[in-house]
């Protein structure tokens, strides 16, 4: 039997917060391990649990699911994070997408995307709620930087070999396949390699694999 997916679930407003237990709690292949009410619990509970998920608000007390994020990616840990938002400007989706965030969904329409956000990150795909899909239309016509002529020599040819993949649009899960190994594992691969590039988000390792791919 396939074990369940782990999730905390994480926002100050306590009807909203009951809103999306509720909706999780209806799906059988979810097991909500956690519930957070500030960033700062949101961000221990994660460090104890390592859940697969984390379904955050974006803009809580004490920390910030930004600064949460921020802390999952500096500690090097592999739980996905999802966005719960009210706002829909550039600047703040655009930093979710560099911190490597997998899901931004709309408030206003939450309880019906929650748990389509949470299969399609786990299949190593971004959700962006369609009320907020702009956001990432903005952001994918932004210019590409200058292309790189060669890698780093920190790249081990391990590493060489995904960047490949993820230039050919594969999925985390698609590259576990290939690998024989985790999906969790692909995760930690990618942000080593992020590490060493000195870049940060799913979105921005992609646009270097594209950049590289004839040199890979």
Known sequence: MESKVTVLIADDHPLFLAGIRRTLEEVPTLQLVAEASDGESA????EAEKPALAVMDIRMPRLSGLQVAQELHRRNLA????FLTMYDDE???NAAMDLGVMGYVSKESA????VAAIETVRGGR???S????????ARRSQPLPPLRQTLPNGISPTE???LKLIADSKTSK???EAFSISQRTVENHRAHISSKLGIHGSYSLLKFALENKAHL
């Not at 961000?43 to 994660?46: K, Y």
Request: aromatic fraction near 6%; proline fraction near 3%; charged fraction near 25%.
């Open 130 to 137: 369609p009320l907020l899909m702009d956001l990432m239309v």
């Open 79 to 82: 739980t996905d994070v999802i």
């Open 43 to 46: 961000l221990r509970v994660i």
């Open 126 to 128: 971004h959700f962006i």
């Open 160 to 162: 060489r070999k995904i």
């Open 174 to 176: 698609e590259i576990a």
């Open 91 to 93: 600047e703040t989706f």
């Open 111 to 114: 309880v019906n995307d929650v």
